[in-house]
């Protein structure tokens, strides 16, 4: 005998799953995702821009008369969400129904919920990986390494303050388990109760510790350097340095030459140039350490690229270094000169995870709204804006019958300099 399907049969589907995607999250979490909620439609294409906010300069006189003082630039950037692909799961008909007969969705729908929300995780993690400006650490040294995990975890709390990112909440920093088992090591009275939990709470170490939540992600994406011990460059010609210049991506192309040969310079890699600091993005001021010695500026690699056989090439950078000669948007005390020595961070031949700290407001993900098939559809929303699709319907040229259920993101970064990679110190 046919199966006989409910009229609520994917509504069903969809409350069972909802469930346990929103229980298995944990850095999607701690992003925005309400900038872009409702933006998307059919008619918007593969990117929304919204507009960067505007700084300004102040001036300082002695009588008030300012005709004859540099007025600020308005200068508006845009910051865009990208469409990613799809993320989809299906089984066929007479499985869901047989489970939804028996009262036994959770057992089905647990492991396709997992897969999603891993997948989805792990995407968003390497996204955030190579898009965020700050370096706390020494690029490859795992945090302990000195003695002192808790210290190293403290120092991106401490350069995010310096650096000026809002402290008004939000603020997250993200280890691995290993990590967390070095951070239980210096302080036992973590741990606790887990049973009824989410992930994300379940993930959470400490709520509150130099401004930051501390958590663990089994999610956080990881690199792979390039072989060659030569990881140490110049720069060739002398980078775009204006605000103009990066405000629509706030990334930054730095020509180099004398690495390695046909190094490969993966995404997510970092690198410090020698001679350029820090600014704090609101006092415009170098950012010194506890010994009163300037934090040189560092940027991470967005794009892979493969350097020719002079190890020479264009590396694309995020947290752009901006020197103007007003000031309203510096993010260096000097400019990016030809000969500058440009450094990658890390060993060759290894692989890297960082950990990952960042603002809230560094980051968001958005749901594209999903055009419905020629079948019974139900689409839920979560309670921060993510929207999913359950489908049923037949393959009839396949000759099956199937129900899937579909999630399709849109990735933004807002500011990269509201992030960083963590690492330790020898």
Known sequence: MANNFDSNFSRKIMDAFLDKFQSERVLTKNVDTQLFAGKFNPST????????????????????????????????????????????????????????????LDQLLAPMATRIVTDFEVDYAKFMMANS??????????????????????????????????????????????????????????????????????????????????????????????????????VVGTPVATYAGAKDTMTQVVGVTAFQANLVVAAGETVTITGRNRLNLSTREVVLDETGAPIVWTATVTTTVTLDGSGAGNLTLTGPAIFE????????????????????????????????????QAFTVASVPIKKLHSTDT?????????????????????????????????????????????GNP
């Not at 370096?135 to 490859?140: I, K, Q, R, V």
């Not at 260096?332 to 890297?352: F, N, R």
């Open 45 to 104: 294409g593969e990117n929304i821009d919204i507009k960067r906010p505007t700084d300004y300069v102040s001036v300082r006189t002695a009588t008030g008369d300012v005709s004859g003082e540099t007025k600020s630039d308005i200068l508006t950037g845009k910051a865009t969400a990208t469409v990613q692909d799809y993320f989809t799961a299906f089984v066929d008909y007479d499985e869901a129904d047989e489970a939804l007969k028996m009262n036994q």
């Open 133 to 234: 400006a700050l370096l706390a650490g020494s690029a490859g040294t795992a945090i302990g390494a000195g003695g002192d995990a808790w210290g190293d975890v403290a120092e991106a709390g401490a350069l995010m303050q310096a650096s000026g990112i809002p402290m008004d909440g939000g603020w997250n920093y993200a280890v691995n388990a290993f990590a967390q088992r070095k951070l239980a090591g210096d302080q036992r009275s973590l741990g606790g109760e887990t049973g009824s939990m989410t992930a994300n709470e379940r993930a959470t170490i400490q709520e509150k510790f130099a401004g930051m939540k501390v958590m663990t992600a089994t999610t956080l994406g990881s690199y792979s350097t390039g072989t060659g011990a030569d990881r140490a460059g110049t």
């Open 325 to 360: 000669a007003n000031g309203q948007y510096n993010t260096v005390d000097s400019a990016i000169a030809a000969s500058d020595v440009i450094t990658l961070g890390g060993a060759a031949s290894t692989i890297i995870q960082p950990n990952l700290f960042w603002h809230k």
């Open 379 to 423: 689409i839920a929303t979560t309670e921060d804006g993510l929207q999913l699709r359950v489908s049923k319907g037949s393959g009839f040229l396949e000759n099956t019958n199937k129900v899937r259920i579909d999630f399709r993101p849109a990735y933004g970064v807002m500011n990269p300099f509201f992030a960083g990679q963590g690492f």
